[in-house]
């Protein structure tokens, strides 16, 4: 399905650019997790961990731009005689966000209370250190989910 064609003329460029933004995080991200899995070094494997979980937290949720308030800009964009077809594959999208719920949600709250903001009740609590654990799979399947919905929208020819 070639979206841009989809999309209203006057929001094409608002298109491209957020597209060419959730591209490079999505390439940095896979970076990252690749990285992770060479590095020896407990200090850098840490950094990178944590700038992984903070980059793939932000992809999701977050109150700024993410995957799900590209969709919303793609609806948006779309004129009535098209929305059906493309709701139907976002809607998509969103129930497989709805599936990840779980791994979002442990990626925000490590980033949240570890991470950013250093929650005194999470944060240096051992015994609580369950409520923020989060293992590389959780990265790659946010990963994998992002590419796969980064995927359709690169479908698009550029000229």
């Keep these: 399905m070639d979206i841009l064609s989809l999309i209203k003329i006057d929001r094409r ?5 957020r597209l ?16 992770l899995k060479k590095v020896e070094d407990q200090v850098l ?24 308030s590209f969709r919303e800009f793609v609806r948006q964009s779309c004129p009535r005689p098209f929305r059906k077809e493309l709701y139907d594959l976002l809607d998509g999208f969103e ?10 949600v442990k990626l925000k709250n490590r980033r949240d209370r570890v991470i950013v903001h250093m929650d005194p ?11 923020n654990t989060v293992e590389i799979e959780d990265l790659e399947s946010i990963l994998d ?15």
């Design 13 to 17: 460029e608002g298109y491209l650019a």
């Design 20 to 35: 060419a933004v959730l591209e490079r995080e999505v390439k940095t991200l896979a970076h990252q997790i690749e990285l």
């Design 45 to 68: 494997r840490d950094s990178l961990f944590e700038s992984a979980i903070i980059r793939a937290s932000k992809l999701v949720r977050n109150s700024g731009f993410t995957i799900k």
């Design 95 to 104: 129930r497989e966000e709805t599936l990840l719920v779980e791994r979002i």
């Design 121 to 131: 009740r999470f944060a240096f609590h051992r015994e609580r250190d369950g409520e």
């Design 145 to 159: 989910y992002l590419k796969r919905h980064i995927s359709i929208f690169t479908f698009t020819p550029r000229t």
